[in-house]
């Protein structure tokens, strides 16, 4: 059985840094395409940040330069470390994966994932 599970949100003022975790377990683990998703209330889930079997990464535009997606160690850990938080990344992340191991040419495109976890809340005060 394939899960996700994600943790290390919680509330932080502007300006500050919050880092995500994922753990998969199943077949699957970060040899495949994963990513982190997030989606605030009243608006669609959009993508993050993804990264494929070699460590090729991709970021939303609102998101480069203040975030960095990253594998562990161990095969199946995923890692989202947010720097320079505003308000604007209020919302709830999500750690997602692909049946594959590359993310394709549009690597942020939601429906191309397969897998998703529960989700943690990212609350950024002014």
């Known amino acids: 059985q394939v899960q996700l599970v994600e943790s290390g949100g919680g509330s932080v003022q502007a300006g500050g840094s919050l880092s995500l975790s994922c753990v998969a377990s199943?077949?699957?683990?970060?040899?495949?395409?994963m990513g982190w998703f997030r989606q605030a209330p009243g608006q669609e889930r959009e993508g993050v940040a993804t990264i494929d079997r070699y460590g090729r990464t991709n970021y939303a535009d609102s998101v480069k330069g203040r975030f960095t997606i990253s594998k562990g160690n161990a095969k199946n850990t995923l890692y989202l470390q947010m720097n320079s938080l505003i308000p604007e990344d209020t919302a709830m992340y999500y750690c997602?994966?692909?049946?594959?191991?590359?993310?394709?040419?549009?690597?942020?495109?939601?429906?191309?994932?397969?897998?998703w976890g529960q989700g943690t809340q990212v609350t950024v005060s002014s």
């Open positions: 997602a994966a692909r049946d594959l191991w590359y993310c394709g040419s549009s690597p942020l495109r939601r429906s191309d994932y397969l897998y």
């Open positions: 199943g077949y699957l683990d970060s040899r495949y395409c």
